[in-house]
């Protein structure tokens, strides 16, 4: 469903963050993106939707190549983001950060019925709809930020690290979440450090060093990869997690 050819990027008047990147994120799928901290992972998801623009390669949604448009047209044609660091506007309330999220529908109809199908999936936010987001605890902050990108209706959701900074409950919280949205149908680039947790709810996944990718492959061959262990695991193996 989205597809990057051989694409490479690099930042103004800087050394190349990204060389020849090909990922495949299939459609109805969680892919799951690996890799340690500089090793391109928010740069890779900056470049899908052309905040970076890349310096070769092509970009597919489907059959519509994307590298070429602008951000806004990105988002219209069914790609979300959830940032690093969730970026809400905290002196907002937690509804309003709803509805800048789907700014671009302006019939409230739409925008009624995409709000019960929000806190269908994230019940504690009907009680915080009146909450300043920037008084809500950090599970609710994450919360608060991916249901954000779900207003503007995606067909494919990219996250870029949901469980910094989470406590282990939280974590745990915030990937059944993510594993929820996928089964009612929405595909998920989940971007990670935490390679357990993402091995785990992933159908296949992409390690990331120093902007080129080292191995791929279904979750069950990635915990039995040497490069996995070695960077995350000191040579022991994924267990399986349920």
């Known amino acids: 469903m989205l597809r990057l050819e051989k694409v490479t990027t690099q930042y103004e008047d800087s050394v190349i963050v990204l060389r020849d990147i090909s990922l495949t994120v299939e459609k109805g799928r969680i892919t799951c993106l690996l890799g340690s901290n500089g090793a ?13 623009r890349p310096l070769k390669g092509r970009i597919f949604l489907e059959e519509i190549r994307i590298d070429q448009l602008k951000t806004h047209q990105i988002i219209k044609l069914g790609i ?26 302006k019939d409230l109809g739409p925008v009624r019925k995409k709000l019960e ?98 191995t791929q492959g279904t979750s069950e061959e990635l915990k039995k990869s040497d490069v996995l262990r070695t960077a995350y695991l000191r040579g022991k193996t994924l267990p399986s997690e349920r």
Do not use: C, H, W
């Open 40 to 52: 391109g992972k928010t740069t890779l998801l900056r470049t899908i939707v052309n905040q970076v």
């Open 80 to 105: 979300s983001v959830v940032p690093e660091g969730r970026r809400l506007f905290p002196e907002f309330t937690v509804y309003e950060n709803l509805r800048i999220g789907a700014f671009f529908e």
């Open 117 to 214: 199908e929000i806190f269908r999936i994230f019940p504690i936010l009907r009680e915080r709809t009146s909450q300043l987001a920037g008084t809500l605890s950090g599970g609710e902050q994450g919360m608060l930020s991916i249901a954000r990108a779900l207003m503007a209706g995606p067909r494919v959701l990219l996250l870029d690290e949901p469980s910094l900074g989470l406590a282990p409950i939280v974590v745990r919280e915030v990937f059944r979440v993510i594993k929820r949205i996928n089964d009612e149908g929405i595909t998920i680039l989940l971007i990670e450090q935490n390679a357990r947790k993402a091995i785990s709810i992933a159908s296949k996944g992409y390690v990331l060093q120093k902007g080129v990718i080292v």
